[in-house]
């Protein structure tokens, strides 16, 4: 049965029915629901939030930060990690502290980032003994390590690991409104702040010299002319790593089994890695995303009454304070966004995708992404005879949460590679 079919079916005055239908069908065939969507309801009203599938009206959404706000983001981020950027649109806030984070978070590191992924993949894959499980080794460990030897937010490794999954899960992932999650992930900041106020406290006493962006960050917040309270300063470092570990470790993972589940993308992918260049390495590993994403929805809210589509035989009107969900992995399979969207082709424009969203909310940490994750996943390409583990070790498993846990490789060992 199709989705609209067994929505329909479903009697409208059990909203709790109907939500629970979005989100199954959004959690095991979100790319059937959308193809259904876009050819028959394309903005879709539903109990859990009004769906928006076409790519024209996704970008739509997406460029209008005054109309469709991101203040739902308010209850979950507010009390983590203190007012923060991500939850206000086009405010003095918004503005100024995404501008000093720009300025921190500087082109030229890039290259040591991107070191950093190398080090770190190489080093774990080389201890391994032809077998590994990709989610705990490599894929978070990585966006960690970045974290803390190149932002320079140096908290124990399970601590920070605690904190990140989260804060991230109530504040990106929390689709069903738990209030537990929200509780773990407001708990979860806040002893964040508590560890970072000791050594803040720490670093503003003996100023770092070292050149990392919370070094960097702690000198310009002393001078007069930025004025950054302390309290402002904590409250961007923690959005650092928020917004750093689980996102990564996700792409990292889906990425490397998109392309291990198809041969001939593998074999492109194994002959690539060994390019000088790494642009159509890179490449690969963006479209395999395409076809499981980071996240597949943008979620706003209507600051005031609008209408969806206008101009459309399905133009439809929402009223103020509605939610909205931009779909993203719907738009990224529009064929007005992307020709032949089944088909996997790495020479898409890199321009077309939204894997870190697009507009006053594209991802402060889009440039780190494009150099770590292909990084993480190249190195992990050069193993001889790379491949899934048999069985549904070699799928990933969200072990019942909302980011993978698992995802089992075996390659040759050397003797056998050698043969």
């Known amino acids: 049965m199709s989705f609209l079919a067994e929505y329909d079916a479903l009697p409208a005055d059990d909203p709790r029915a109907r939500a629970a239908l979005v989100v199954r069908w959004l959690r095991t065939d979100w790319r059937g629901l959308f193809t259904e969507l876009r050819s028959t309801r394309p903005v879709f009203p539903n109990p859990v939030f009004t769906m928006v599938t076409r790519a024209t009206d996704v970008l739509d959404v997406l460029a209008q930060p005054s109309l469709y706000t991101v203040a739902a983001n308010v209850p979950a981020m507010d009390p983590a990690v203190g007012p923060f950027m991500l939850a206000r649109d086009e405010t003095a806030l918004n503005w100024h502290e995404k501008g000093v984070m720009r300025a921190v978070l500087r082109i030229d590191d890039l290259p040591r980032l991107h070191g950093i992924a190398a080090e770190t993949t190489a080093a774990e894959l080389g201890g391994a003994a032809g077998t590994i499980d990709l989610v705990g080794r490599i894929a978070r460990l990585v966006p960690l390590r970045v974290v803390q030897r190149g932002f320079g937010f140096t908290a124990p490794d399970t601590a920070m690991l605690r904190w990140s999954f989260a804060t991230q899960h109530a504040m990106f992932r929390n689709l069903g409104a738990d209030p537990a999650v929200l509780a773990a992930g407001i708990a979860a900041g806040q002893q964040m702040q508590a560890w970072l106020w000791p050594f803040l406290a720490r670093h503003w006493a003996a100023p770092p010299d ?48 998109q392309i291990l589940l198809r041969p001939e993308v593998r074999e492109a992918a194994i002959t690539a890695a060994g390019d000088a260049d790494p642009g159509r390495f890179d490449a690969i590993v963006f479209e395999a995303l395409r076809f499981n994403p980071i996240t597949g929805l943008q979620l706003r809210v209507a600051a005031r009454d609008a209408l969806i589509g ?53 991802c402060l940490g889009k440039h780190v992404g494009l150099v770590i994750i292909p990084e993480a996943v190249r190195q992990v390409m050069r193993l001889p005879g790379i491949r899934l583990a048999e069985g549904a070790a070699g799928r990933i498993d969200f072990a019942g949460g909302p980011f993978p846990e698992h995802l089992g490789l075996v390659w040759d060992p050397p003797a056998a590679a050698a043969a």
């Open 210 to 257: 070292d050149d990392t962006p919370v070094a960097r960050l702690l000198r310009l917040s002393r001078h007069a002319d930025l004025a950054m309270p302390p309290d402002r300063v904590l409250s961007n470092i923690c959005g650092l790593l928020v917004g750093a570990i689980e996102t990564t470790a996700q792409a990292i993972a889906q990425a490397t089994e």
């Open 310 to 362: 206008a101009g459309t035989h399905y133009a439809t009107p929402v009223a103020a304070g509605t939610p909205v969900a931009a779909c993203t992995a719907s738009a990224m399979f529009d064929p007005g966004l992307f020709p032949a969207p089944e088909h996997f082709d790495a020479t898409r424009p890199a321009s077309a995708y939204l894997h870190f969203g697009i507009g006053h909310h594209e």
